[in-house]
């Protein structure tokens, strides 16, 4: 199974906001900077998890986003089944097929999709990032917080 591109960045930003202290506010041009990837897409993405209630966002000067939940609550799984929909792999219900209803693939396909989703959701972001991948993302974060800094503190021309 292959995520999309959407699903892909919506770990990503719940990743990193899940690394951020205290569950701190930050911005989606912070989140796109660390992985290096477009603030339009994260942008869309983020919109989709506010509205999916896996994040706050708040406009303005002091906005930004932030997880909703714990991150010991939010489960790779659902996240995935959520975004991804289930009994999506094959497109049987599309056009005449000589094999609807008699076919076992799309049977065989369905049962590995849920194990898959089973599988993801024994972990959550706390388990993700209690590991090796919290330490990088949060001396990632660290690191774009000083070069922002630095950038804030050098004279102009």
Known sequence: ??????????????????????????????????????????????????????????????GGVRLARPAQD???????????????LVECGRGPCPLAGRCLLKHALDAAERSFVRELDRYTLADILAGPTGAILRALIRSDAERAQDDLAEPGP
């Open 74 to 88: 939010v489960r790779l799984g659902a996240v995935v089944a959520e975004l991804e929909g289930l009994g999506c």
């Open 1 to 62: 199974m292959r995520l999309s591109l959407y699903t892909d960045l919506s770990l990503r930003l719940l990743l990193h906001l899940g690394a951020m202290e205290g569950g701190a506010w930050t911005t989606t041009p912070a989140v796109a900077r660390t992985f290096g990837v477009s603030l339009n897409h994260l942008q869309k993405v983020a919109r989709g998890l506010t509205g999916a209630g896996y994040i706050e966002a708040r406009q303005g000067r002091a």
